[in-house]
């Protein structure tokens, strides 16, 4: 199982980016994929997130409204296209897939390494003012 993230580099304030999670080995159907994020000196924590299952979608408040996530089942791949990028949102960037919950109305899944089975190494953003 190997999940590849790309996409990441420096930008500029207001500049965007397109974060890829090339997956392969393990199958996508019924599946939630997650991007977490960990600044220096913090906690990973999620972002977004996508269910196979029903095709629904979650949005961490910090990111809402500047962040569209997407799978293209035929590549085997999820993106994250990030828009109106600040500093606060420079960290490494992780994707992430486990089995699909019920529901995705009270967040992306929490904990990295019982609600997912495998991880990406990371791709690093950094945005300046």
């Known amino acids: 199982v190997s999940l590849v993230e790309s996409g990441g580099g420096e930008v500029q304030s207001g500049e965007s980016l397109r974060l890829s999670c090339v997956i392969s080995g393990v199958t996508l159907e019924n599946s939630v994929i997650a991007w977490f994020r960990r600044a220096p000196g913090q906690e990973a924590g999620g972002i977004s997130c996508?269910?196979?299952?029903?095709?629904?979608?979650y949005y961490a408040d910090s990111v809402k409204g500047r962040l569209a996530i997407s799978v293209n089942d035929a590549e085997e791949t999820v993106y994250l296209q990030m828009s109106d990028l600040r500093p606060e949102d420079t960290a490494t960037y992780y994707c992430g897939i486990g089995p699909a919950p019920e529901s995705l109305a009270t967040g992306c899944p929490r904990l990295p390494f019982i609600d997912y089975n495998y991880w990406g190494q990371g791709t690093q953003v950094t945005v300046s003012s």
């Open positions: 996508i269910s196979t299952a029903d095709g629904s979608t």
